[in-house]
């Protein structure tokens, strides 16, 4: 079955629609987790994370 689909008649494009239904595929494995705590020491944030420097806060109007 072809359908048409366009913005106006100078530009349709006519596309081709399957009725068939779409492949079925399974869900993934779940992921192997080894526990709480498993990246500790490896991520690090820096103490000042949550200040806002002051060039941005002065380009929202903050300051």
Request: hydrophobic content about 35%.
């Given at each position: ?22 492949e079925?595929r ?38």
């Amino acid at each position: 079955m072809a359908r048409t689909y366009g913005e106006s008649m100078s530009a349709i494009q006519t596309y081709e629609v399957d009725d068939a239904a779409p492949e079925v595929r399974p869900l993934p494995a779940k992921a192997n987790r080894s526990g709480h705590g498993a990246l500790r020491g490896q991520i690090h944030t820096p103490d000042d994370f949550d200040e806002l420097p002051d060039d941005i806060a002065e380009a929202f109007g903050m300051q």
